[in-house]
C-alpha cells in the first residue's frame, strides 16, 4: 500500500511538472545577465567582487536556485522592479549546494492577490551582491522554477566603472554611528557609487575593497597587495585568475576612482613619490582595457589635504587623455548623523557624495542632468 502510495505521488509530481513546464536551467545559462566579474566553469558562474548582480526572468509560480558560498555572503534581490535603495528582500548564501527558495508561490500569491493576470505574466528578478570579496566567493550552480525561463533584460546602454574602498563597498551602510562594522549592515547598493549609476540608468561594475589604498593598505606598511594589483583579477580574492577586459562583451564607458583614504589612515603617509607612481599605474591598467580616450574622474577623499595634493599631480603628471580630477571638501558630509559603522558614511552620506559626483560625470560624458531625485 505504502510503495503505490509513492509511486502515486511520483507520478502527480511529474505530470504537474509536464503540466506547468517545469525547467531548471544552468547559472550560465544565455538568458541570465549578469553585470560584474564572473567565471564561468562547468556551467556553473562563480564571482566575488561586491555589487555583482544578475538579472532573470521567469514565468510560473515560484523561482529557486542552487548556490555555493566559500563563507556567507548577503544579496539584496528585487522582484519585477528595478534596483532601488530598498530592496524587496534580503537573503544569506552560504555553505555548499544550497538550494533557496527566492519567491515561492505563496509569497507571489500574496504578493498580487487577485490579480490573476500579473501573478501569471512573466517576472523578472534582480540578485545584488551587498557584500565584499572578503566576506567569500559565490557559485551559482542553477536556476529552477515551475514554470519556463525567458530571457532577462539585456545590458543597459550606459556602464560605470567604480574602483574603491570600502566607502564604495557600502561598509557600514545600514547600522548606526554607534556601532562596529558587521556583514549584515554593509550594503554598496545604498553607495554614492550605485546611486549616481541609477541616476543616469546606468549599470555599474565595482572594483573595491575595504581598507585597500593605492600603496599601504590601512594601517599597513608599503605593499603590493593594493587596489592596482587587485584591479587586475577576476576575483579580488584570488590573485591566480587575471581578468581579460578584452573578452568581456560589457564594457564601461566611464571609470571612476575614489581611494586614497587608508593610504593615509593612522596618521601616516606614503612619500609622494610612490603614491604617484602607483596610482599612475593603475591609471594605465585602465588605459589598456579600454583605450587611450576611455575617460576616468579621480576623486580625493575628504580626509587628508596631502590625498589631494598626491592624486591631483598623479592627474596633472601622467600624461594621459581624459583624465579628471574632483577632490571632495570635508564639509560634504557631516560627522554624526551623516555616518554608519566605524566612521563610514550612511545612506544619507552617500547620498550627498552621489550629488557632489553626478555633475562631474554628466559634464565628462555629455549625459543630460535631469531633475530627478537622487536615490
Not at 11 to 34: K, N, P, V, W
Not at 164 to 179: V, W
Not at 230 to 258: G, M
Amino acid at each position: 500500500m505504502i510503495k503505490r502510495t509513492l509511486i502515486a505521488l511520483l507520478l502527480a509530481s511529474m505530470a504537474f511538472c509536464l503540466d506547468a513546464r517545469c525547467e531548471t536551467i544552468s547559472g550560465s545559462d544565455s538568458r541570465i545577465t549578469y553585470i560584474g566579474r564572473t567565471l564561468v566553469k562547468s556551467g556553473s558562474v562563480s564571482f566575488d567582487w561586491t555589487g555583482i548582480y544578475l538579472r532573470v526572468r521567469f514565468q510560473g509560480n515560484s523561482l529557486s536556485f542552487k548556490v555555493s558560498d566559500s563563507n556567507k555572503n548577503y544579496y539584496n534581490v528585487w522582484l519585477d522592479s528595478p534596483m532601488s535603495e530598498k530592496a524587496d528582500k534580503v537573503i544569506a548564501v552560504h555553505e555548499s549546494d544550497s538550494t533557496i527558495i527566492l519567491f515561492s508561490s505563496e509569497e507571489l500569491k500574496a504578493r498580487f492577490g487577485k490579480d490573476r493576470k500579473a501573478m501569471r505574466a512573466p517576472h523578472q528578478v534582480i540578485i545584488q551582491k551587498r557584500t565584499e570579496g572578503s566576506q567569500g566567493t559565490t557559485t551559482i550552480h542553477e536556476f529552477s522554477t515551475d514554470g519556463t525561463f525567458l530571457q532577462a533584460d539585456a545590458p543597459k546602454d550606459r556602464v560605470i566603472e567604480f574602483i574603491g574602498d570600502s566607502y564604495t563597498c557600502g561598509y557600514g551602510t545600514e547600522a548606526s554611528n554607534k556601532e562596529r562594522f558587521s556583514p549584515e549592515t554593509e550594503n554598496q547598493n545604498l553607495t554614492y557609487a550605485c546611486e549616481s549609476a541609477r541616476f543616469f540608468g546606468a549599470e555599474q561594475i565595482v572594483l573595491a575593497h575595504s581598507g585597500m589604498g593605492i600603496c599601504r593598505n590601512y594601517n599597513g606598511p608599503l605593499t603590493e597587495d593594493n587596489i592596482v594589483e587587485h584591479y587586475l583579477r577576476t576575483f579580488d580574492k584570488d590573485p591566480e585568475i587575471a581578468w581579460d577586459a578584452h573578452a568581456c562583451a560589457v564594457k564601461p564607458d566611464i571609470t571612476v576612482i575614489y581611494v586614497g583614504t587608508n593610504d593615509f589612515s593612522r596618521n601616516m603617509q606614503p612619500s609622494e613619490r610612490k603614491f604617484v607612481a602607483n596610482y599612475i599605474s593603475l591609471l594605465e591598467e585602465i588605459k589598456a582595457n579600454y583605450g587611450d580616450n576611455h575617460p576616468i574622474l579621480c576623486i580625493s577623499p575628504k580626509h587628508d589635504f596631502l590625498q589631494v595634493t598626491y592624486i591631483r599631480k598623479a592627474v596633472e603628471t601622467c600624461g594621459l587623455a581624459n583624465v579628471h580630477f574632483l577632490g571632495l571638501s570635508k564639509i560634504v558630509h557631516n560627522e554624526v548623523s551623516d555616518l554608519g559603522a566605524d566612521g563610514h558614511p550612511n545612506y544619507n552620506g552617500h547620498t550627498k557624495i552621489a550629488y557632489t559626483v553626478i555633475p562631474c560625470i554628466s559634464t565628462i560624458m555629455g549625459w543630460e542632468m535631469t531633475h530627478s531625485e537622487i536615490k
